[in-house]
């Protein structure tokens, strides 16, 4: 299997697989393993259609389905677009944010934290619409041993409704209101800040930049450190950013890395197109147990 490195200390793309025929089991055991190794894996010139994306999904673990259900597609709800295309009527057929979102972790707002991100590029504009990614055990080894002790023994309370409540807020247009019986299947969770990779067993960051409350000390105090430790992770030496070609899939390791889109401005008249899955991987210290159960709450209508 020929490789190429993205960084020196993460990320790996894999030349010469298509991903749309049957990959034997040796093979995938050897991805997966590259997976968990280098945190990102890409594969480009990909024809993956949403029913070969959503049984790699299966394949890597058990997806979950996106809360903003509008946009997940009905025969493949494992697989949500995003993006600012519309449909034949002029209809947002994809989830946008006017800006783009900073750096972030997909899925701090659940219990289970060991997660597998799939981007898949439909369509690209001409100019924008990049990926940032950087590494959590490399930020981890980097900063000061006094903001180390700091977060040693810190928790974060998540919540998947601080998150998306201010993007509603911001946009009506944006997506679907949660119902309450929506809401109440996200519950606040806590996470420590500092954790062990259960594959890798590299220490890692593990951040939310919108957490609502700290174990032990104030708010303003844990953002504060936080965002002392993103500065270190986010220095350019440490970015890997991904230009985006159509075809490309880039799967990535969130319990190990933190990404971010970039500015939306320079492409807004243009057209972007992802399909993205979000999957739970195995081994995990903590379990959603009732992960089948919120999956059937947020199936497309």
């Given at each position: ?25 040796a ?13 990102v894996l890409?594969?480009?010139g990909?024809?993956m259609?949403?029913g ?8 890597f673990g058990?997806?979950?389905i ?5 946009f ?16 034949a009527d ?18 701090t ?6 997660a597998?991100?799939f ?22 080894e980097n900063?000061?041993?006094s ?14 409704h ?9 946009d009506r247009?944006?997506?679907?209101p949660?119902t ?9 969770v ?6 062990v990779?259960?594959v890798?067993g590299?220490?890692v960051?593990?951040?939310n ?8 000390v ?12 993103l500065a ?35 492409y807004e008249?243009?057209?972007?197109l ?28």
């Amino acid at each position: 299997m020929d490789t190429q490195a993205l960084m020196p200390n993460f990320g790996l793309e894999l030349l010469d697989i298509d991903l749309s025929s049957p990959i034997d089991d040796a093979c995938f055991g050897k991805i997966l393993d590259l997976y968990f190794e280098y945190s990102v894996l890409l594969f480009r010139g990909q024809d993956m259609s949403p029913g070969c994306q959503a049984a790699l999904a299966h394949r890597f673990g058990r997806p979950k389905i996106e809360t903003r259900k509008q946009f997940n597609l009905k025969e493949n709800p494992e697989v949500s677009t995003i993006g600012n295309a519309k449909d034949a009527d002029g209809k947002d057929a994809a989830f946008f944010v006017q800006g783009g979102f900073g750096w972030h972790t997909d899925g701090t707002s659940a219990c289970h934290v060991d997660a597998a991100t799939f981007l898949y590029a439909v369509e690209v504009p001409k100019k924008g619409g990049d990926t940032l990614l950087c590494s959590t055990s490399t930020a981890y080894e980097n900063i000061p041993q006094s903001l180390r002790d700091q977060l040693s023994d810190l928790k974060m309370l998540c919540s998947f409704h601080a998150h998306n409540d201010p993007l509603l807020e911001k946009d009506r247009d944006s997506h679907i209101p949660l119902t309450e019986k929506e809401r109440l299947a996200l519950p606040p969770v806590w996470h420590d800040i500092v954790q062990v990779h259960p594959v890798t067993g590299r220490a890692v960051l593990y951040m939310n930049f919108d957490p609502i409350e700290f174990n032990s000390v104030s708010l303003n105090v844990g953002e504060q450190w936080l965002q002392e430790a993103l500065a270190i992770a986010t220095e350019d030496k440490y970015v890997y950013r991904h230009r985006w070609i159509p075809g490309d899939l880039l799967i990535w390791d969130n319990h190990a890395m933190l990404h971010s889109g970039t500015p939306t401005a320079c492409y807004e008249r243009d057209k972007r197109l992802m399909h993205r899955s979000f999957v739970y991987t195995q081994p995990t210290e903590r379990t959603l147990e009732n992960l089948d159960e919120v999956n059937e709450i947020f199936l497309p209508v």
